[in-house]
């Protein structure tokens, strides 16, 4: 045998003994007695995957080396027993991928089945830190009934999408006018400005919403080729979910059981529950997004725009002051629909920013104005 492949049968040693140091650790750190069993069980999985190099050593002709935990292990369970178990799971995701990686470069059969089940522990971790203390805060809030996810989405979209249009180019149009330029200039801008943001939003939104749905289609194709090459694999990964949300274990594999056992229905609750897409969806279009991020920007533009169209001078510069004043107040009130809190001080506090903003660029171009004109 040679001593790279020796080398390399430790070095896997080394990795999966400190992965079940770290999650009997976690085990003993959590007070969430399901979520306790979950660590419990990668651990043992863990300890497989110890046991098949521990052999690999052997049949090598070497002796099993005796390993302390590393630095980056102790550091972590230190972290998990002071403050909780949540904070070290987004670092510990990290190292379940990077694990699934290595094993990938190794070669086909067992160490093929390690790879797809480091990914899966990865996509375990990945769900518990979106959890608080077991149950999902979607799923809390879908069973209480009171947050109404995508409508509230859709307002808070629309109401930061108008007040970006408004306070930009009040702005932009304020700078102007502090450089003295013809009411005719003024609106030319103002319109060029609403034109262009509208535009840069709309692309923007396209390319965030078009990215994240290809991001989805290739993580269900990832799950599709998963669920077709190890669907038990699958079906524990989705038991130690369950149980994650405070199912009992019996309870989580029945359930687990049932939902996989129909092909029709395996990948959308995979889908949901692992990754938190919704397939019918996938981030939703994009074109819709995108029309909507260009309307709802042009109507928070126009306001500071309209009075040009009717007036010239200091009168189209006061009254298109006085519009953006309402709109802003109103993009303020729209918000305490999100925020709770009081009508007049969230309205009050979005007219100050946007007329400070304003009487910033307002300044600005009256410096450049003096300067290039005189």
């Not at 999966?16 to 660590?39: F, H, K, Q």
């Not at 994650?244 to 949901?272: C, F, I, M, S």
Request: some cysteine; charged content about 20%; aromatic content about 6%.
């Amino acid at each position: 045998m040679k001593l790279e492949p020796l080398k390399r049968y430790i070095e896997n040693l080394k990795a999966e003994r400190n992965a079940i140091v770290l999650y009997d650790n976690l085990r003993t750190a959590e007070p969430n007695s399901e979520l306790a069993a979950v660590y419990g069980k990668l651990a043992d999985v863990e300890r497989k995957h110890a046991a098949f190099w521990e052999a690999k050593i052997r049949e090598a002709g070497a002796e099993v080396p005796n390993m302390k935990p590393n630095g980056k292990t102790r550091l972590l369970s230190w972290l998990a027993r002071r403050f909780g178990t949540k904070l070290v799971l987004p670092t510990i995701t990290a190292l379940e991928q990077n694990a699934g990686s290595e094993y990938d470069a190794q070669g086909p059969g067992e160490i093929a089945q390690m790879a797809s089940e480091e990914k899966s522990h990865a996509r375990v971790f990945q769900y518990l830190s979106r959890t608080s203390g077991g149950m999902e805060g979607r799923a809390v809030a879908r069973f209480e009934g009171r947050h109404k996810t995508t409508g509230g989405n859709a307002l808070r979209a629309g109401v930061l999408g108008a007040n970006d249009g408004l306070v930009s180019n009040f702005s932009l149009i304020m700078g102007v006018a502090g450089a003295e330029m013809q009411s005719a200039a003024i609106l030319l801008t103002g319109l060029a400005g609403l034109l262009a943001g509208a535009i840069s939003m709309a692309l923007g939104e396209w390319l965030s919403v078009q990215s994240s749905r290809e991001l989805y289609t290739h993580q269900m194709k990832i799950e599709e080729d998963e669920l077709t090459e190890a669907p038990e694999e699958e079906k524990e990964e989705l038991a130690l979910i369950y149980q994650a949300k405070g199912v009992a274990p019996e309870e989580a594999q029945r359930l687990a059981d049932r939902l996989l056992a129909d092909p029709a229905t395996a990948l959308d609750t995979l889908a949901r529950e692992e990754l938190g897409i919704d397939p019918e969806e996938l981030g939703g279009s994009a074109w819709e997004a995108a029309g909507a991020s260009f309307l709802l920007f042009a109507v928070g533009a126009i306001v500071p725009v309209l009075p040009y169209f009717f007036m010239e001078g200091i009168q189209s510069v006061v009254v298109s002051a006085l519009c953006s004043a309402v709109g802003l107040f109103v993009i303020g009130a729209a918000i305490t629909l999100m925020t709770g809190r009081s009508i007049l001080w969230s309205g009050f506090r979005q007219v100050l920013f946007g007329l400070v903003a304003a009487a910033v660029t307002f300044g600005i171009g009256r410096l450049i104005g003096v300067h290039v004109g005189g």
